[in-house]
Structure formats: C-alpha cells, structure tokens
C-alpha cells in the first residue's frame, strides 16, 4: 500500500503543478492526500503543522531566504556586478572568456531576468561565430552553472536541509561539476568562438582586479563563511550584509525598502509545505518502510531515484522534485549521504536546462527569437556527456566516501 499511496501522492503532485498552481499548493494538497490516505488522527495533524511549520531548520531556511534577498538588493542598487563583468573583460582579454565567465557572475543573482543581462554580453563575445540557436544555449547554460551549487539558492538550501548533508561537504563535492559543466561548453561550442577581442590590453590591471572583486566580493565571503565554518547560511549572510552596508555607505533610507521588498511570500509558503510534507511522511510511517521496497528490483536503487528526480524535473521543476525525491531517496539509501546528493542534484539542475517548466528558458528563447525546441536539441550535446560523466562521478564519490 505504501507505493500505491505514494504513487497517489506522486500523480498529485505533478497534476497540480501541471495546472500551473504554485509549488506550495501542490504540497498543501499532497500533505492533505498522506493525511487522509494513512488515516493520521486530527490530534496529531496540529504537532505535524507545528514540527514543520516552527523547526528550527524551517526558520533557519526562511531566514537564509530573507538574507539573501536583501543582500541582492543591495548589490543591484550599487550595480557592482556590472563593475565585475568589466573587469574580467579587461583583465583576460578574451571573447570565449567573457561569454563563459560573465553570464556565470551574473547568475550569483537568483534572478530570472539575469539570463537578460547576460544576453548582450553574451551576444557581443560570440559576435556572427556562432547560430543563433547556439549562442542561445551559451547564454542560458553558463547564466544557470552557479545556480547547481550556490548556497545561495533555493533549491539547494532546501536539498542540504532534506538530506542533512553539511554545506561545506556539498559546495566543494560540487567543484568539480562546475569545471565538468565549464569544460564541456568549452569543447562543444565555446571554442568555437575566437579568441582575440581586437581591444588594446588593459591599461591598469590591477585596477581591475580590485574592480573584479569589489564587484562580487559579498557573494565570496558569505561562500567562504559558510564552507569554511559550517555556519547557517542566515548566519554567514548578517555579517556581510552589514559590513557591505558601510563598504558600501549606504544610507538608512536607501535600504529602508529592502526590510519589505526582500519578504517573498511564494518563498515562504514553498519552505513551509516542504518541511510540513516531510513531517507528514516521516509521521505516516512511510519513510522507515521505504528501504525494504527496493532490496529485490532489478536495477540499482540509485537509478530509480536518478530517473525520478530527472523526468520528475522536467514535469514539475526542481523546487518540487527536491521536496519529493529527496527525502525519500534518503530513506530508502540511508547510506547515501554526499555522493547520493550530488547526484540527484546534477541530475535535477541538468534536466532544468530542458524543462518546459525553466521560466529562464523561456524568457531567454523569446530573447532570442529562438524556438524551445531548438534550445533543447542544442542542449542534449552537452546533457548526455555530462550524464555519463556524473554517473561515474557518483560511483567515485561513494566509494571514497
């Protein structure tokens, strides 16, 4: 019965999400579905709402949200990645490098319309070297590699929670994807790009560098805080933002409307139906039991949750597949640990490149003038290598780890 109520709980997931609700309702309705479907009595719903609502984990994640938020503001109000883009241009002297580096600085903003100020960028380094359709795939694919890895994201904040894998453990588990994912750009279509940017070298390099940094030096120190000392992102993010308030001399009435503007509802409601939606299943019993369903398959079980995080990504986005398949992948591998982890993040954030439900994609399709189909064809050059290589990667991991 376990699988047949998680199938239920599965198709209605997907079902809402394909109605276009938000995230939280789906989850509101799938709590509701493990609710009725194993019977849980009224008197215990309320502890379940109150586990998930006011855990610490669940307030430290809504407060890391907030900070990030806020930091965000600050840095668009002081337009400093701007700053840094220059910089690297002048400091390497290079197109490929400026159609790599650039849109990847740019995506340190969990912004949807980051992809568009990548775009010129983007478009300028590439110059007529390129198809459309490819310069395309570098814009949106290079804009969305920090977005795999970053604590500053969503996404992975809430994939770290459900796992209990430590930050730190994650970030530098991820750097090698990030040179897999740079390198396999590089070789597919990057190099395809001259080199030379026809501009004189740069008159102060130094300048420059220091320029680089002042430009995305709040985004590092709060990496390096977290990483370095395991602290809670919301931790690492309040000395910065207040350090970066007096680097920066910002007044008290520019910043005044961040303290509002930096609250994202959606947000909030996602953070809270994912923690609710877990107390539920673990409540339900349905959690302990999973493990014991997947000893006899003919496939590693691994592989099963592979395929569900990525066809599960492409139905219903990352968000929602994280708050479904990783607690459960955990239950049923509870030796998964770090490399299960990077796993079925890999395999989330590739799939996000191809989804239909990726809003990045299309804003940057419509950009472009370029059709999603296209944008997918271009895609599956740089996903089935990177596929495979994961794969082994993972079976590194595990057995180092």
Known sequence: ??????????????????????????????????????????QEVGGILTRGIFSRSTILLVLAFYAITFLQRMLEKRDRLTMAEIAVSNLFQSRRVNAMVIPFLIGFLPSPGAVLIAKPIVD?????SLPVEETTVITSYYRHISESFLPTYASVMLAIQLSGVSISSFVLAMLPVVVILFALGYFIYVRK?????????SSDRR???INFLRGIWPILLAVVL???????VVLALIPVIILYFFVEKFSFKEITPFFKSAFEKRMTFIVIAAMVFREALAFSGMIER????FTGLPIPV??????LMFVGTLIAGTQ???????PLAFSAIPDGGLALLILLMSLSYIAMQISPTHVCLGIVTEAYKTSFASLVKKTIPLMIPFIVVIFAYFYLLRAVF
Do not use: C, H, W
Request: zero cysteines; charged letters at 10%.
């Open 193 to 201: 790009v001259p080199s030379d940017t026809g501009l004189p070298p």
């Open 226 to 232: 977290i990483v370095s000392f395991s602290m809670p």
């Open 320 to 326: 929602a597949m994280i708050a479904i398949v990783v």
């Open 290 to 293: 999973l493990p014991s369903y």
């Open 1 to 42: 019965m376990d699988i047949i109520n998680l199938g239920i709980i599965f198709v209605i997931l997907i079902a809402v999400m394909l109605l276009r609700k938000p995230l939280y309702i789906s989850l509101g309705l799938a709590i509701l579905a493990v609710i009725l479907l194993y019977r849980i009595p009224i």
């Open 207 to 209: 300048q420059d560098l």
């Open 302 to 307: 691994e592989m099963v949750f592979a395929i």
């Open 124 to 128: 300028k380094a590439v110059g007529d």
